[in-house]
């Protein structure tokens, strides 16, 4: 799924970054499938009663399928079973994901500037976002 993330930017995270998110307690990771190939995933966590979405990728022949919508509500669903209240992310300011994340709901709560640094050296503004859960 490394093809998910455009070289340009330079946000993909190493098999092994994943695995080792996967190894905190409260980590967890969804699989989309189309058929039966991953089309997607979403990487979260959760302490307490807030949850974070670390990572959402879709398979860049997939995307526009609605795929990352389904992925971003089921990671949002098994939040809430986890007992979190509040979900939290990070995103590329100019990311189309942004419109995903408004339509489900997530507000804009803060900006960190040039924050993420593209392969070329050029920096981005990362924006956060959050959104209840009840």
């Known amino acids: 799924m490394g093809e998910a993330f455009e070289p340009r930017y330079g946000e993909a ?3 092994s970054q994943c695995l080792g998110m996967l190894a905190l307690p409260g980590a967890w990771l969804t699989l989309a499938r189309v058929d039966e190939r991953v089309a997607g995933f979403a990487l979260a966590r959760a302490v307490l009663d807030e949850s974070e979405l670390l990572l959402l990728a879709t398979c860049p022949t997939l995307r526009r399928r609605g795929i990352g ?3 971003l509500r089921s990671v ?6 986890r007992g979190a209240t509040m979900m939290h992310l ?3 300011a100019n990311n189309d994901a942004v419109a995903l994340y408004q339509g489900e709901g997530f ?4 900006e960190r500037r040039d924050y993420y640094r593209g392969n070329d050296g050029k920096l981005f503004d990362a924006h956060t976002f959050s959104k ?3």
């Open 13 to 15: 995270w190493t098999p």
């Open 69 to 71: 919508g389904v992925l």
């Open 76 to 81: 949002i669903a098994d939040a809430r079973i």
């Open 90 to 92: 990070e995103v590329r």
């Open 107 to 110: 507000r804009k709560i803060g």
């Open 132 to 134: 209840m859960l009840d």
